[in-house]
C-alpha cells in the first residue's frame, strides 16, 4: 500500500523559513520522480516542485523558483522541500506525490498523505 506521511509545516512569519518532508513507502521510492503540490484556502492543487528519480534534476513553479529547494533522500525514502523567504501567498496544505507534474495534477492521479498545513502570516 503506496503510504505517503507529509510533516514540517507550521507558522511562520513572512520571509521565515520552514522544511517539510515526506516518508514515503509502499513503491519504489528511488524509482519515481517526486512532486510537491499544494492547496491553498479556495483554490485548486497547484504544482510546486518536481525532483526526478535520482534527484540530479530539478524542476519549479515560477512562483517558488528561486525560494524553494527540493531535494531527496532515496536511501530513506524521505523528500524533501526547503522553503525560504516565505510569502503570505504560499499559504496551502503541502502534499507530496509519486510522479512529475503532469502525472500529480492528473484528476486520475489518487496517491495523497494527509498534508502539512503551511500557514505564512504576521
Known amino acids: 500500500e503506496v503510504q505517503l506521511v507529509e510533516s514540517g509545516g507550521g507558522l511562520v512569519q513572512p520571509g521565515g523559513s520552514l522544511r517539510l518532508s515526506c516518508a514515503a513507502s509502499?513503491?519504489?521510492?528511488?524509482?519515481?520522480?517526486m512532486s510537491w503540490v499544494r492547496q491553498a484556502p479556495g483554490k485548486g492543487p497547484e504544482w510546486v516542485s518536481t525532483?526526478?528519480?535520482?534527484?540530479?534534476?530539478?524542476y519549479y513553479a515560477d512562483s517558488v523558483k528561486g525560494r524553494f529547494t527540493i531535494s531527496r533522500d532515496n536511501a530513506k525514502n524521505t523528500l524533501y522541500l526547503q522553503m525560504n523567504s516565505l510569502k503570505p501567498e504560499d499559504t496551502a496544505v503541502y502534499y507530496c506525490?509519486?510522479?512529475?507534474?503532469?502525472?500529480?495534477?492528473?484528476?486520475?492521479?489518487?496517491?495523497w498523505g494527509q498534508g502539512t498545513q503551511v500557514t505564512v502570516s504576521s
Open positions: 506525490a509519486a510522479g512529475w507534474r503532469l502525472e500529480v495534477t492528473s484528476a486520475r492521479y489518487n496517491y
Open positions: 509502499g513503491f519504489t521510492f528511488g524509482s519515481y520522480d
Open positions: 525532483s526526478n528519480s535520482g534527484g540530479g534534476s530539478t
